[in-house]
């Protein structure tokens, strides 16, 4: 599975932005995937996973109410939307999958639970 993560930028305090997560490779409903941020300095952190069949959704608490993860099998994309940004939201967010199986039931929350990475798309949201 290869991942492109796409959609960064800047964005002022209160704004929003839509995170996309491309796959290629195939039975990618097999695959839970999760966004990840890290932030100059600090470690990579969760924010967010989706189950393969998408019916199964995680956050961190500190975008909970925020942020929405979702996914569409057709296009093989994973989305991460946020709303409501704050300034401790800038980091380079990353998306990631790991094989959860042909249930598609579950996600994961700790990073070394997954095996493959995106590249990462920068985020800066500003005062």
């Known amino acids: 599975v290869q991942l492109q993560a796409s959609g960064g930028g800047l964005v002022q305090v209160g704004g929003s932005l839509r995170l996309s997560c491309a796959a290629s490779?195939?039975?990618?409903?097999?695959?839970?995937v999760g966004w990840f941020r890290q932030a100059p300095g600090k470690e990579r952190d969760f924010v967010a996973a989706?189950?393969?069949?998408?019916?199964?959704?995680g956050y961190a608490d500190s975008v909970k109410g925020r942020f929405t993860i979702s996914r569409d099998s057709a296009k093989n994309t994973v989305y991460l939307q946020m709303n409501s940004l704050k300034s401790e939201d800038t980091a380079v967010y990353y998306c990631?999958?790991?094989?959860?199986?042909?249930?598609?039931?579950?996600?994961?929350?700790?990073?070394?639970?997954?095996?493959?990475w995106g590249q990462g798309t920068l985020v800066t949201v500003s005062s």
């Open positions: 490779g195939r039975a990618f409903s097999t695959y839970a």
């Open positions: 989706i189950s393969g069949s998408g019916g199964s959704t």
């Open positions: 990631a999958a790991a094989y959860s199986g042909y249930s598609g039931s579950y996600y994961y929350t700790d990073r070394k639970q997954y095996n493959y």
